[in-house]
């Protein structure tokens, strides 16, 4: 069984397709905490399925490496041998990722390399694009810049808003997200 904390900044709508899949008993891992940046809305989804949570403030730290430091000390207490970053808004100090990587995903709203960054929906309206997508990565001390682990293509319709255009990117974000855990669980994606 792989032991997967979940990082988030927000509502957690992702987090909670995530919980959804793991509460199978039958799939191959489980969550065993999530944590935040902030006091998220997100975390009311861990309560739901009585998964233990942390939150380690951003703004309760004078560096991002001082906030990286707790942030690290709250996950060795539960030893992952997986990091999702789920909707973290916020980019993980080196000494975190040099710590846990190659240990750590996250999803992203775009096909990467396409639109990387904060803004990958806007960004992709603003550039006039035709499709877009969702990618999850490996994590490494770039922005957006690890190996892509999986992604699909979402087409950009006429008319699209960010809203719109990006309520059709998370259910395939969350796909991506529970296969691509599924097959790091089984053996057949080694993070490397």
């Known amino acids: ?6 990082l988030i900044s927000g509502a957690g709508s992702n987090l909670r397709a995530f919980l959804e ?8 891992a489980r969550v065993v905490v999530v944590g935040a940046d902030r006091d998220a809305e997100g975390l009311d989804h861990a309560d739901h399925f009585e998964v233990p949570s942390f939150s380690v403030p951003y703004a309760n730290f004078p560096t991002r490496e001082a906030w990286g430091a707790e942030l690290a000390e709250q996950l060795r207490v539960w030893n992952p041998d997986l990091i999702v970053l ?17 240990r ?8 990467l390399p396409e639109f990387p960054g904060a803004h990958g929906v806007r960004d992709a309206l603003a550039a006039g694009a035709t ?10 001390g770039g922005v957006d810049t690890g190996p ?3 992604q699909e293509r979402v087409a950009v319709e006429p008319g699209d808003t960010e809203e719109t255009l990006h309520a059709r990117i998370k259910p395939v974000e969350r796909r991506l997200l529970i296969d691509v855990v599924r097959r790091i669980a089984t053996g057949a994606l080694v993070l490397d």
């Not at 899949?21 to 191959?28: K, L, V």
Request: proline residues 10%; charged residues 15%; negative net charge.
């Open 104 to 111: 750590i995903i996250n999803t992203h709203p775009a096909y």
């Open 86 to 102: 789920s909707g973290l808004m916020r980019l993980l100090p080196d000494n975190v990722v040099t710590e846990f990587a190659p």
């Open 1 to 6: 069984m792989l032991n997967v904390a979940v």
């Open 131 to 140: 499709q877009t997508g969702a990618s999850v990565i490996q994590v490494d």
């Open 148 to 150: 892509i682990l999986a």
């Open 21 to 28: 899949a793991t509460d199978d008993p039958d799939f191959p």
